[in-house]
């Protein structure tokens, strides 16, 4: 008999977060190993537990989510989030521009595929989170990565993504704050990137989960504020800054010249109505978590935990000869550079592979996310000082014998 292959639209689709490292994880769990898992983030396993009130609507509203709901969600949970885009100055945006979903990984798969052709072309930026290269190629068209310059603080280099537009490309991914360089982007870098898209038709994708987390000066801008007369497509949701990752729930708002974009929209509805609807339980926690008090201000002020973890991580690893980390002005991680004048790596996912093996800490190689040197890591700072601090402590001892 003849062997079962996968689809051949899989070909080019991976996620390497999840990839042989974390299956070589798995097995050591299995083993009875302890595994310290700084390779996603999620923040409940490290105590970062959602606000109570969130967990009590949802329990309280449980026998009236037995049922499937209107395909773009409930409508106070879409009131909430558009009386959200009037706070934040997204002009334009009602109650049908608003679809909720089972996470933010969902709807970014969905609108893909309801705007891209084979041999169309997205631009990504590199680093990038790796779904979105994933999603793209799934639909048959082609990513095409700008590069985000770690020397500027890791923004992106407009000129570069001046040079990679053609007659194919669609659309241009923002993802800010950064996943997985925690770069927060500034209001002029953001206004050149909407001109860009306006001046060649391109649909705006911003990714923009993290967009409260943010320490020091940080300041958010929402996309979808500034590209009025182009098409643009906001992602966010509960399980960052609600720490509700487990939900699944999250939601994408259209705004900007939705009148040039009817066929578009009309196929993301199809999409929508053949899920039936997201996750109906969690679209109870939407409401409360907008309106009610926003907790995640006390983690990332001064004295805050997310704050002081991130000060930590970041000064300790800067002390390990030979690696560099610019500070992240937003999101959970660091994406520290490797030295590769002093640390002989050719081969980063066999380095965090040895690495879990040794020390059994998982961390994701920086390739992961596409970037064209082995010469990065990302790693989540959400585990609580002191193991954060044994981390890179162990890091900087098992570098040491990849050392010139």
Not at 50 to 63: C, F, K
Not at 297 to 314: C, I, S, T, W, Y
Request: charge should be negative; charged fraction near 25%; aromatic fraction near 8%.
């Amino acid at each position: 008999m003849k062997d079962i292959h996968k689809s051949e639209k899989l070909h080019g689709v991976c996620y390497e977060i999840r990839g042989p490292v974390m299956e070589q994880a798995c097995r050591m769990e299995e083993e009875g190993h302890r595994i310290l898992k700084l390779n996603i983030g999620n923040p409940a396993p490290f105590g970062f537990n959602a606000p109570d009130e969130i967990i009590q609507d949802v329990i309280h509203n449980l026998a009236e989510a037995q049922g499937y709901v209107e395909s773009k969600g409930l409508f106070a949970a879409r009131k909430a989030i558009m009386q959200e885009c009037q706070m934040l100055g997204i002009e334009g945006v009602d109650i049908d521009d608003i679809y909720l979903g089972n996470g933010v990984s969902e709807l970014i798969t969905m609108a893909t595929q309801a705007l891209l052709n084979t041999g169309d072309e997205l631009l990504l930026p590199m680093p990038n989170y790796p779904l979105w290269m994933a999603a793209t190629n799934l639909t048959g068209a082609r990513p095409v990565l700008y590069r985000c310059d770690e020397q500027a603080d890791w923004l992106p280099d407009i000129d570069d993504i001046k040079s990679k537009i053609t007659p194919r490309t669609r659309g241009i991914v923002i993802i800010n704050p950064n996943n997985p360089t925690g770069a927060v982007y500034p209001r002029e870098l953001l206004e050149q990137i909407v001109e860009l898209a306006r001046q060649n038709d391109l649909v705006i994708f911003a990714d923009e989960i993290y967009s409260k987390i943010l320490y020091d000066d940080a300041e958010f801008i929402p996309m979808g504020r500034l590209a009025k007369d182009v098409l643009c497509l906001s992602f966010n949701g509960l399980s960052k800054s609600y720490r509700l990752a487990g939900f699944r729930s999250g939601w994408m708002v259209i705004s900007g010249a939705k009148q040039r974009a009817k066929g578009f929209i009309e196929g993301m509805e199809i999409l929508a109505s053949m899920r039936l609807c997201g996750n109906v339980p969690a679209m109870f926690a939407v409401q409360t978590a907008l309106g009610g008090y926003q907790s995640i201000r006390d983690l990332v002020l001064p004295g805050g935990r997310l704050r002081q973890q991130r000060d930590l991580a970041h000064r300790m690893l800067n002390e390990i000869p030979g690696v560099s980390c610019v500070k992240p002005e937003g999101a959970i991680y660091l994406f520290p550079r490797l030295h590769l004048d002093r640390h002989k790596i050719s081969d980063d996912e066999q380095l965090v592979l040895d690495f879990l093996r040794e020390e059994k800490i998982l961390l994701v190689q920086g390739t992961a996310f596409h970037w064209d040197a082995p010469d990065h890591l990302r790693i989540v700072f959400l585990p609580r000082a002191d193991e954060l601090s044994h981390s890179i402590e162990r890091l900087g001892a098992f570098l040491e014998r990849y050392s010139a």
